[in-house]
């Protein structure tokens, strides 16, 4: 972690401005985290069903204001079903442009949880990086953070992603998907889960086959050199010999865990 702390990296996003006396009630009914609990939160936007339209990261920069913090591909997805869903809330939504640089160690700026080390994020502010792209994709990866395009599309339950308890409440008021979420926890067993794999030899593609005793169990969705990321069947042993792509590879942990 040495070699981490105090380096910097840029990280794309998209911003989205919630503000006005009715935002933190509309972002409390539309999103999955409370995003009252601390200064900036990890939250899911999501259809009834439970599945992800966006993963968000919520900074409450005032009273009034909130700052939605997304992947650079979902900005106009999230400022569009948010508005359309407004109704009669008093609150402006519209897009912001910023540049996003993670800093590893830092104390001043937006908590970050994506990589598995204290971190903060800090907008348009001119430090130049030390971490290049495929070191800042390390961290995600092993740190076992979903990417939407990735790990997470419409079609992934936030269970099977290791994001119940990273980004939902279970005890605030009611939002959409919030049924299905709820039953999952309480009720159900998720069939397969996000894993972190060691593998030997070089990266896999996404969507490379993973194989135990012969049989498909699951998918890398992301990898760097000696690592990846892929759903993984529930009943697979921890102390299992997989295999990708005639490469041998172990579970690692469940994404998110730290």
């Known amino acids: 972690?040495?070699?981490?702390?105090?380096?910097?990296?840029?990280?794309?996003?998209?911003?989205?401005?919630?503000?006005?006396?009715?935002?933190?009630?509309?972002?409390?009914?539309?999103?999955s985290n409370d995003v009252l609990a601390a200064d900036s939160v990890?939250?899911?936007l999501l259809t009834p069903k439970a599945r992800v339209i966006?993963?968000?990261?919520?900074?409450?920069?005032?009273?009034?204001?909130?700052?939605?913090l997304t992947e650079p591909e979902l900005g106009e997805v999230a400022r569009t079903?948010?508005?359309?869903?407004r109704f009669a809330a008093r609150c402006e939504i519209?897009?912001?442009?910023?540049?996003?640089?993670?800093?590893?160690?830092?104390?001043?700026?937006?908590?970050?949880?994506d990589y598995g080390r204290p971190?903060?994020?800090?907008?348009?502010?001119?430090?130049?990086?030390?971490?290049?792209?495929?070191?800042?994709?390390r961290l995600r990866i092993e740190a076992g953070t979903p990417r939407y395009g990735f790990e997470l599309d419409d079609r992934v339950l936030p269970a099977e992603a290791g994001l119940d308890e990273r980004a939902i409440s279970f005890t605030k008021g009611c939002y959409p998907g919030q049924e299905p979420v709820a039953r999952q926890r309480y009720r159900g067993k998720v069939n397969r889960r996000l894993r972190v794999l060691d593998v030997q030899g070089a990266a896999a593609p996404p969507g490379t086959p993973v194989l135990y005793d012969g049989r498909e169990v699951g998918r890398v969705t992301s990898a760097v050199p000696g690592l990846a990321?892929?759903?993984?069947?529930?009943?697979?042993?921890?102390?299992?010999?997989?295999d990708i792509d005639g490469a041998t590879a172990r579970l690692h942990w469940p994404a998110g865990r730290p």
């Open 1 to 31: 972690m040495s070699t981490v702390m105090h380096a910097t990296a840029r990280r794309p996003r998209a911003y989205v401005r919630v503000a006005g006396p009715d935002a933190a009630d509309y972002l409390q009914r539309m999103l």
């Open 42 to 44: 990890d939250a899911l």
């Open 54 to 68: 966006a993963p968000v990261l919520v900074w409450r920069r005032g009273e009034d204001d909130f700052l939605l």
């Open 81 to 85: 079903h948010l508005t359309r869903m």
């Open 94 to 113: 519209e897009l912001e442009e910023h540049v996003s640089t993670i800093v590893f160690g830092g104390e001043d700026g937006i908590a970050n949880r």
């Open 119 to 137: 971190a903060v994020e800090v907008l348009d502010a001119e430090l130049e990086p030390t971490l290049g792209d495929e070191e800042l994709e």
């Open 229 to 242: 990321l892929a759903y993984v069947r529930a009943e697979v042993p921890e102390d299992a010999e997989l």
